[in-house]
């Protein structure tokens, strides 16, 4: 226990920001369970985890905006996944901006998009900024009062803490693989009607082989 605290003094604000400027749901969960057992403070992790979150998207939006379809040229497997980002933004522009985040599958993707598109980069900056501490807040604010209904049941969560912090971690991940099995059978059904010949089609007969 403290190895854990200790870990968490030195480095849990940088892990929270690097993690946040990749991804981060998970690990805001965490930090906001953590402040509530004391280890962390609940504004500095809000603060640490915002700050990564708008970081890691402006560097993606200006990546989309120098390199454009390179990025989906280099990663042709997210073009269907740009393709539906661009629909919904060309709907809901400012909505999307706003939103993304909370949108597992798309998450990523979204700020390349957003820097192909025709918004202005202070436009894209204000808003994202405000996202991004809306986001921290609810996630860090979600692991928070996951650590006080912890409490509620089990009475001394610090006893146990150790074990919540598996059980979270467990969960994100069977999230994560649940989705990408889901996400990988949905790809492969598309494929499969993409080669079935639509209702009509003449059948076309295989090529005889050469003995």
Not at 26 to 31: A, D, G, P, R
Request: net charge positive; glycine share 10%.
């Amino acid at each position: 226990m403290e190895l854990l605290q200790h870990v968490i003094a030195q480095y849990g604000y940088l892990a929270l920001f690097i993690g946040t400027f990749l991804e981060g749901e998970t690990i805001m969960l965490l930090c906001g369970f953590a402040a509530f057992t004391g280890h962390m403070d609940l504004a500095l992790v809000m603060l640490a985890g915002g700050a990564g979150t708008f970081f890691g998207d402006q560097l993606y939006f200006y990546i989309g905006r120098w390199k454009g379809m390179a990025v989906f040229e280099r990663w042709p497997k997210l073009k269907g996944k740009a393709y539906r980002v661009a629909c919904l933004l060309h709907r809901y522009r400012y909505a999307v901006i706003l939103s993304f985040r909370f949108f597992y599958g798309l998450r990523n993707v979204t700020p390349f998009v957003i820097g192909m598109s025709p918004i202005k980069a202070w436009q894209y900056f204000g808003l994202n900024l405000i996202a991004a501490v809306v986001w921290s807040v609810t996630f860090a604010s979600l692991g928070y009062l996951f650590g006080s209904a912890a409490e509620s049941v089990l009475h001394d969560v610090k006893q146990v803490e150790m074990y919540v912090f598996g059980v979270i971690i467990l969960l994100a991940l069977a999230v994560w693989v649940i989705r990408k099995l889901r996400s990988k059978a949905k790809h492969e059904v598309e494929e499969c009607a993409a080669h079935t010949p639509a209702a009509g089609d003449e059948p076309v007969p295989p090529k005889d082989h050469e003995a």
